[in-house]
């Protein structure tokens, strides 16, 4: 569970550590709560992957060639919650077509009123999309899921001509690549703004649950209210990411955006679409990074890992005998709690941080396997077995 908590304020807007981080649409709901019917009509490949080929390679990074490939497939998304529009609650954020059988991804936040201090929430009435030439067609709720922030709508193909953008592999991003953002910050239908990659693997408060998302790409292109749900594109025109937040003191754009990665994006498309829900397993634990410099401290034989610091009770990782540390102290400026177990792998996949194990959970596990947790206690490996639950919606602890 964060350590801080987030207050939600107008537009979207979130007070985080002093900073104010800004939903980029305007609204959001449960994944458990009542949504329209499930549309599930026609299928995107295996890998996740639309129609449109990447953008052979020229002249390097060209912002200009990306922006004709790829505008025509990102829409503007204009939601209304509570009665036919016009609607007092009405809310507009960005898309992007991801199949030729009209599925669109977004933010959660964009279809749903999860996190806007509206209760528990619940999914749009009525959504509609607005494409590059300015027609607007209506669009169905597939699914969202709350913990990548991260929506699905589907518009019937034979009502406008549709352009699919690529999904890339997020995996592959590294620090410095060149990016482009397409959305419609403050309803400017198909803007461009371009950047570089600031960071990767970031971990951020998610805005529709109290979860964090793992493997955010922050960025410096400027992005801003609307453009939530738009691409963030590299120099092959393949999605990346689907822009969802910026930190800013003065509510401007000021250099440091965030994209949910797509690799977590096509994950929940892919259960979207066969389920209308995302499943994630739960363990009950919340972890710590060890490294070297904490490892000397207390003693540990093992340099890296993830050190436990709570273990909720009743939870499957108290159900496996995962034990939490019991004293506190301070070292180098920060709190730990010494004495509790060490996480190194999960399911024979290496944990080094305290963000693989959510990561690694998430990616390769579901709900209702059991996996062994292999880990240091009192300077000896073991393997304990932990039977996954699912994940709940306001937990204790995480992951």
Known sequence: MRPLAVTVIALGAAVVGGAIVYLLGATRDDSTSTRPAKVVVGEI?????????PLPARNGFDPERIYAARAPGVVTLYTYFGGAPPAAHAAQGSGFVVSPDGYILTSAHVITTAGQGTGA??????VYVAFADGDRVQAHVVGWDLFDDVGVVRVDP???????????????????????????????????????????????PSLTSDYYVSDAIQTDAPITHGSSGGP???AAGDALGINAQIRTDTGAAEGIGFAVPINAAKRSLRQLI???????????????????TLARHLGVTVRRGALIQTVSPDKPGA?????AG???????????RRGGDVLTAIGGR???????????????????QVVGFTIIRNNHKQTMKVHLALRPAAPSTSP
């Open 45 to 53: 490949d295996a890998s996740g992957t639309a129609a449109s080929a």
């Open 121 to 126: 929430g619940h999914g749009a009435q009525d």
């Open 158 to 204: 034979a009502d406008h001509a549709l352009r699919s953008i690529p999904l890339g592999d997020s995996d592959a991003l590294r620090v410095g690549a060149p990016v482009a953002a397409i959305g419609s910050p403050f309803g400017n239908r198909g803007s461009l703004s371009v950047g570089v990659v600031s960071a990767v693997g970031r971990s951020i």
């Open 232 to 234: 963030l594109l590299d």
């Open 274 to 292: 066969a389920s209308g829900r995302v499943r994630y397993p739960y363990v009950g634990i919340e972890t710590g990074d060890l490294t070297p």
């Open 319 to 323: 159900a496996a005998g995962l034990h």
């Open 326 to 336: 019991d004293k506190v102290e301070f070292f180098n400026g920060a709190e730990i």
């Open 350 to 368: 290496p944990v080094r941080s305290s963000g693989d194990v959510a990561r690694v959970l998430v990616e390769h596990f579901r709900p209702g």
